[in-house]
DNA sequence: GTGATGTTTCAGAAATTTCTGAAATTCCGG
DNA sequence: CCGGAATTTCAGAAATTTCTGAAACATCAC
């Protein structure tokens, strides 16, 4: 590997991190290295840098561009294939949550949704039932809320998010004006997503 | 596998997603048993259900106590340990994000801090420095408002999930009646990502 | 067409992770 | 102490994932 020792220990944090990260080392290498790069690199590049056999940088580009976390760019003159990340980290931490939520949250709670089809027979599979409703309720509010902010422009996000929980403040205050219903403690049965309103839906 | 069709199917599939979600397939079927059994379950319960081999089964259990995911409870004059999953879905969630947090997130954090102490040395080493740095701040804001929401009571959060982005009218609102200082971009103060890239080709 | 250049596929090797059975350990009541 | 019930550890087997080199494929300039 011949890169700088700053790149090196980065790349090399992302490769151990990859698994954690459900992405292999090597792909968590070859994308370290692009995020750090100031100019688009091509395979050949990447093999140079981190001593990787060509096909499995072919792969591992491959992957990244499944995830939709690199971009494929050309040069006058040369038809490799080049390859960078979005300058913009904003638009990086958008795909890695939607690409995540597609492959972790998405197929289960269709799971989830088809399951509730099913009539609960014994007393067991009765409380199953409810548990797996109770869960799919919840993935639908949280879904449903992240579709809402991702929906929002980056300065208004950061804006939201730098409020932080001062936020709560300011519902509060509207609400002692306009005088919101405001449910009482008693949560425990009542679904969790009781207050959903129409647009929320995934 | 003697299990009813719905917590067979439920079970099979947290299985499935296991490696999707970082844990293995065992302990996803354990997590999923134990999450819609009615009662705690001892770790002969999950053997019978599941088939697995004992050992196996014991150290799914260790893993999931490690990411606090299932309660140790004994029942009277029973000498073996019973495990069962919170009943409050919130509070689940809570956890998993912590631990996913503490073990995707964190660690990655604080290399990037002990990164950006490296001087870089050649031009290419400054743009990767920069890049960290940019990087460094955007998880740190993101993680500030997580460790923000996390301390709010369960129905607040609620309340703040269901409202999604009509909060953002509310903020909107404040401002023109309150006036809070509205940010402009000018130092590198102002925000995590105020530096705006030109735009990217497809 | 041909040759030069660049990319992808794929079968098997290498590495890693998961799973098991047997042995070791812990815990408890006498 | 002992006996026995419950649990954990651990070395190796089994399964899965990752990685490689060689061959196949694609595209372009001539």
């Known amino acids: 590997m011949r890169l700088s020792p700053l790149q090196q220990d980065f790349v090399l944090h992302f490769g151990e ?21 100031d100019r688009p690199l091509n395979a050949d590049d990447i093999v140079d840098r981190l001593g990787f056999s060509r ?17 494929l760019k050309h040069l006058p003159d040369d038809r490799r294939d080049y390859f960078s990340t979005p300058d913009d980290l904003w638009e990086i931490v958008r795909t890695l949550i939607d690409e995540r939520k597609k492959r972790e949250i998405d ?11 099913q009539e609960p027979a014994t007393p067991e599979d009765r409380h199953a ?33 730098a409020l932080g929980a001062k936020i709560q403040r300011l519902v509060d205050k509207t609400e002692s004006i306009v005088s919101l219903p405001r449910r009482k403690k008693r949560s425990a049965e009542s679904s969790p997503t009781a207050a959903t309103s129409p647009d929320l839906k995934g």
């Open 107 to 117: 197929p289960t709670l269709s799971k989830l949704r088809e399951l509730q089809m």
């Open 129 to 161: 039932h409810a548990r797996i409703a109770e869960l799919s309720r919840l993935i639908e509010l949280l879904t449903g809320w992240y579709s809402d902010m991702n929906r929002l422009e980056t300065d208004r996000l950061v804006q939201l998010l």
């Open 17 to 37: 991190m990859g698994s954690r990260w459900g992405i292999n080392r090597t792909v968590g290498q070859i994308y370290a290295l692009l995020f750090l790069s």
């Open 55 to 71: 096909s499995n940088v072919s792969m591992g580009l491959k992957e990244l561009q499944a995830w939709n976390l690199v971009r």
